[in-house]
């Protein structure tokens, strides 16, 4: 039985990244691996993100225009933690809106140009 799904992404800086997801988005660093790292876990609210440094895949050139998603959390308040995000000048590509598939969302790009949806029902 599947009790949980963790994205894998990658970076090429490990501890840049950690740093991100640490000061901006709240998370915890849960360990890294070798020195210098080469993979990382943080967690936030019991949930996990892993890098593994290496190069990203090709860049898709429409990816921001098509607003390709690289992830999709959902949370309980989206005000709240848009609020959080925007005090700690963290860079949204879409603003805090209802959408019409009955969620209220935000969009981040993160410090390696990930997309990452944040919602929560309405």
Same mark, same amino acid.
């Given at each position: 039985?599947?009790?949980? $799904?963790?994205?894998?992404?990658?970076?090429?800086?490990?501890?840049?990244?950690?740093?991100?997801?640490?000061?901006?988005?709240?998370?915890?660093?849960?360990?890294?691996?070798?020195?210098?790292?080469?993979?990382?876990?943080?967690?936030?609210?019991?949930?996990? $993100?892993?890098?593994?440094?290496?190069?990203?895949?090709?860049?898709?050139?429409?990816?921001?225009?098509?607003?390709?998603?690289? %992830?999709?959390?959902?949370? *309980?308040?989206?005000?709240?933690?848009?609020?959080?995000?925007?005090?700690?000048?963290? *860079?949204?590509?879409?603003?805090?809106?209802?959408?019409?598939?009955?969620?209220?969302?935000?969009?981040?790009?993160?410090?390696?140009?990930?997309?990452? %949806?944040?919602?929560?029902?309405?």
């Amino acid at each position: 039985m599947i009790r949980q $799904i963790v994205p894998l992404f990658f970076t090429t800086d490990i501890p840049g990244t950690l740093s991100y997801y640490k000061d901006k988005l709240g998370f915890e660093c849960l360990g890294t691996w070798q020195d210098p790292p080469v993979y990382a876990i943080v967690s936030r609210d019991q949930h996990a $993100i892993h890098f593994r440094c290496a190069p990203p895949p090709t860049a898709n050139p429409d990816k921001y225009d098509d607003e390709l998603l690289d %992830a999709y959390l959902h949370v *309980e308040d989206a005000d709240a933690l848009y609020a959080e995000y925007a005090a700690k000048g963290v *860079e949204f590509t879409r603003g805090l809106a209802n959408m019409p598939w009955r969620s209220r969302e935000f969009v981040v790009k993160d410090c390696d140009g990930r997309l990452l %949806a944040f919602g929560a029902n309405v």
